[in-house]
């Protein structure tokens, strides 16, 4: 299949036109013009507008030619075109090629994925060492998954020695830096004293930026340090509307909790942790 | 009429009602599809939104059609009980996360494909199996059957099949491999791998 059809289609209609047909060459010749200087004009913002309509096979080609030219920032974005098989056959290995010439240009974004593909085998062979090198590199940009993803390498060994200090040393900063997921498992570092002080007050204020930022397991592990009073005054109330929230997302164990809970309340505490979660919580479907 | 033929007729009734019974869920089973198929479309068109928003929502869309537990239950096959209760909590929310993006990848972008519900038929018991058509404007044609069940009441899809290939199937052999290999945290560490991954990005960085 000639993805880049559209292209190749040019350059023939003018190298076959015939002498003697001159009127016609010259309009040719005209079209031709803005067909050449079109790629000029056009660039990453064409693309970047046909893949939001959906029309991947022009975001690819608009991106290419930059890419191939060496823009770091379409190359990240065709890696991920070929990574989701948007506009062109699923390749997880060309992905790789265009986040690793993106990667090596600087683009931060390109180090995390690029990392991530090393982790998972994708499109290349599985490389822990090569992946963490990678992230650190993202990391030292600031780039908050990377450097959750680095406390999960550290956390569990994984091309590196298990280091619950330096896992917990990177958590905690991907939390600061806003990751959702980051701030749940600071919280439960905290709560266990895992790589860190055990703290229950610390990890209570980590599970609430998660919980109301809607992560449902923060929400869950929250409503618990309610129910137990642990960090936090105990307060059945508020335990029953954050489990109830994490149990309206279809955390399971969330939805157990909820009836034992229920089981153990008066019927006004449960109308006002309804309220709560009526205050708090969007619409269940 | 005397009773043994009575008795006949009582079980002929019977037959009737079960075949009935099954063909109407067969029937409900196919207008799920269709309704869910109808509202992914609608979803996909809505191109005042952008290519984010649009994913979005077809991804809720989605969640709610799939029954992520009992498909990821399934998919880590014997390796389930071997798990630690944090270890099945972060799988299961890992799981759900890789099939959402994964199907919204690949199916969420396209403003005009179309998509037609071409049959369906009890499986199983407990299941039946919705065959569809999805035709993308380039020509290219997708058929895919949808393995469905009811739960609480609801149709939920528990496995999606392409050219005959399970992915529920396919996805409990890969991934029974990576466990052999590298324990459920090398498991974890590459579906987490796998949905972490930046998006395409006007932004300069």
């Known amino acids: 299949m000639n993805l880049f059809g559209t292209l190749g289609g040019k350059a023939t209609a003018t190298g076959r036109a015939k002498p003697g047909l001159a009127p016609v060459l010259g309009l040719l010749a005209v079209l031709a013009a803005g067909l050449l200087s079109s790629p000029l004009r056009a660039g990453f913002e064409e693309g970047w507008e046909a893949y939001q309509r959906g029309d991947f096979a022009t975001a690819l080609s608009e991106w290419k030619r930059l890419a191939e030219a060496g823009d770091a920032r379409a190359q990240f974005n065709l890696g991920v075109l070929f990574d989701q098989g948007k506009g062109v056959l699923l390749s997880p290995a060309s992905a790789v090629d265009w986040w690793r010439k993106s990667a090596e240009g600087g683009f931060a974004s390109a180090q995390h994925n690029l990392a991530n593909s090393l982790i998972a085998g994708d499109g290349v062979a599985q490389d822990y060492g090569a992946a963490i090198r990678w992230l650190e590199r993202a990391s030292d940009s600031g780039i908050a998954r990377s450097k959750y993803t680095l406390g999960k390498m550290y956390a569990y060994g994984l091309g590196i020695e298990a280091d619950g200090v330096q896992a917990a040393r990177w958590i905690v900063e991907a939390a600061e830096a806003g990751n959702n997921a980051a701030q749940y498992n600071a919280a439960k570092m905290y709560r266990d004293g895992n790589g860190v002080a055990q703290d229950y007050a610390t990890a209570v204020n980590w599970y609430r930026l998660a919980a109301e930022a809607g992560y449902a397991k923060a929400q869950a592990g929250l409503g618990q340090r309610y129910a137990g009073g642990q960090g936090v005054d105990q307060d059945m109330v508020r335990a029953l509307a954050w489990t109830t929230l994490a149990a309206r997302q279809g955390l399971e164990r969330a939805e157990t909790t909820r009836q034992e809970m229920l089981m153990g309340m008066a019927d006004d505490e449960i109308a006002d942790a309804d309220a709560l979660v009526e205050r708090w919580g969007v619409p269940a479907d | ?205």
């Open chain 2, 1 to 205: 009429m005397s009773i043994r033929r009575l008795i006949a007729w009582v079980m002929l009734a019977a037959v009737l009602s079960v075949a009935g019974a099954a063909r109407a869920a067969v029937n409900d089973a196919a207008i799920f599809i269709n309704q869910l198929g109808i509202q992914a479309i609608k979803t996909l068109r809505a191109t005042d939104l952008t290519l984010d928003q649009r994913e979005a929502k077809f991804r809720s869309l989605l969640s709610r059609g799939f029954d992520l537990h009992f498909m990821g239950r399934f998919v880590l096959g014997r390796y389930w009980r071997a798990a630690t209760a944090d270890q099945k909590s972060d799988y299961l929310t890992l799981y759900g996360e890789y099939l959402l993006q994964t199907y919204t990848a690949r199916l969420g972008g396209y403003t005009d494909d179309s998509f037609t519900v071409t049959g369906a038929r009890q499986a199983s018991e407990k299941d039946v199996v919705v065959s569809t058509r999805l035709v993308r404007p380039s020509g290219i044609e997708i058929a895919a059957d949808w393995r469905v069940r009811v739960f609480d009441g609801k149709f939920r899809i528990i496995d999606v099949m392409v050219e005959g290939i399970s992915m529920a199937v396919t996805q409990r052999s890969e991934f029974a491999a990576v466990v052999r290999r590298d324990g459920i945290e090398g498991l974890l560490a590459i579906l987490r791998a796998r949905t972490t991954k930046f998006s395409a990005t006007a932004a300069i960085n």
